[in-house]
């Protein structure tokens, strides 16, 4: 089972990104889908996730900013990420689980490699 994260790249303040996660090895039917994140010498942080059924969960940071979405048919999960900020800067990584707590790390089986996202000032 793998999730291919791509998308990532330099950006300037203010900018967008959109950041995809290519599930393969198997179906996520039923799965929540989500992104956290990692700075330099900062803990990971959740930013987002999407239920199979399309509930939708926000760290409040990336409110009216960050967007998720998903392609069951694709098996893949999207980020827009609009007016970006520096504080934005870090790796990214998709995850895939069926936990019914969304936040936390230990709530997701799967994880993907990562993508660096960089938004300079």
């Known amino acids: 089972v793998q999730l291919q994260a791509s998308g990532g790249g330099l950006v300037q303040v203010g900018g967008s990104l959109r950041l995809s996660c290519a599930a393969s090895g198997r179906t996520f039917s039923g799965y929540r889908l989500g992104w956290f994140r990692q700075a330099p010498g900062k803990e990971r942080e959740f930013v987002a996730a999407i239920s199979w059924t399309g509930r939708i969960y926000y760290v409040d940071s990336v409110k009216g900013r960050f967007t998720i979405s998903r392609d069951n048919a694709k098996n893949t999960v999207y980020l827009q990420m609009n007016s970006l900020k520096p504080e934005d800067t870090a790796v990214y990584y998709c995850?895939?689980?069926?936990?019914?707590?969304?936040?936390?790390?230990?709530?997701?089986?799967?994880w993907g490699q990562g993508t660096q996202v960089t938004v300079s000032s």
């Open positions: 995850v895939a689980g069926r936990s019914n707590v969304a936040g936390t790390p230990d709530s997701y089986d799967y």
